[in-house]
């Protein structure tokens, strides 16, 4: 067994969602249900668009170019995961609907549990056939549930018997959840280091594309619907900005091969500088207009 993709990276996971589900409420849940036309775009945005663009474009930059069937997985992957704590922070400082952007990772987070493990069986299938390494469905689907959902459903417990004590250490465990996420993501460059340089042709330009392809689709859909500016930007962040950390687990730990990580890891790195360019672009607009 290897210590650290069976038994660091998911605790570190779970504490990543647990900390998550201290800043959520039920209401949370029931805003999707409150604003009916936002939350429908941005969970199709989220869970059918994004995977489903991914997946077209894979298969043209494979028809036109060269990537290997392994990495195709891994960008499938880093496209099935929810967004993360990263897209609430960066939406609220783009000074977008950050109350949207909580209640797309919150219900996005939950169905993780089933999305996730249909999307990459199918991907592995396709891409790999014969050759594809063994992912047991039903196992996969209660190990992401029991490290994704069960952890926030408990932050979301302990902060409804004590929202006090949940008020006191959210803030501390917000910030050690953000060091654990970009630890883990430097952390997976570092290692799978060589595996980057030797397939940087086939990794580097597709993982920039999808990041701007999805932030593109996320900002047209919210657009086409008829979205004010602030929701679009929150379902902008959720189709660009993915969880890193959890793409890392289910290549490394539930599927077992190394080169699938890559793919994740970079988008992981590609996304703050695309996104952050965003933000600022974002909020020098939002600025401007309210003050002419």
Same mark, same amino acid.
Do not use: P
């Given at each position: 067994m290897n210590f650290v993709t069976d038994v660091l990276l998911p605790l570190a996971l779970a504490f990543i969602m647990l900390s998550m589900g201290l800043a959520l409420t039920p209401g949370d849940f029931f805003r999707v249900v409150r604003q009916p036309r936002a939350a429908v775009i941005g969970l199709i945005a989220q869970i059918i668009a994004l995977p489903l663009l991914a997946f077209v474009m894979i298969v043209a930059w494979r028809a036109v170019g060269v990537m290997d069937p392994v990495l195709a997985v891994g960008f499938m992957i880093i496209a099935a995961c929810p967004g993360g704590v990263t897209s609430n922070l960066l939406t609220h400082l783009a000074r977008g609907d950050t109350a949207l952007s909580i209640s797309l990772t919150a219900v996005t987070s939950v169905l993780a549990g089933i999305t996730i493990p249909l999307i990459v069986s199918a991907s592995n299938a396709w891409f790999l056939g014969a050759e594809a390494p063994p992912l047991p469905l039903f196992g996969t689907i209660i190990g992401i549930f029991g490290i994704v959902t069960v952890p926030v459903l408990i932050g979301m417990v302990i902060k409804g018997i004590g929202p006090a004590f949940a008020g006191r250490i959210e803030p501390t465990c917000r910030h050690v959840a953000a060091a654990l996420f970009v630890i883990i993501v430097i952390a997976a460059v570092a290692t799978e280091w060589q595996l980057l340089i030797t397939h940087f042709d086939e990794i580097g330009p597709p993982v920039l594309v999808l990041n701007l392809v999805c932030m593109a689709m996320g900002w047209s859909l919210a657009r086409a619907g008829r979205l004010g500016r602030d929701q679009s930007v929150a379902i902008t962040l959720e189709a660009g900005l993915q969880n890193g950390t959890l793409a890392v687990l289910i290549a490394a730990t539930f599927l077992g091969n190394e080169l699938m990580v890559v793919p994740g890891a970079v +988008? =992981?790195?590609?996304?703050?500088? &695309? !996104?952050?360019? +965003?933000? !600022? &672009?974002?909020?020098?607009?939002? =600025? !401007?207009? =309210?003050?002419?």
């Open positions: +988008y =992981s790195l590609v996304m703050f500088f &695309t !996104a952050g360019v +965003y933000v !600022a &672009t974002s909020a020098a607009r939002r =600025s !401007a207009n =309210s003050q002419g």
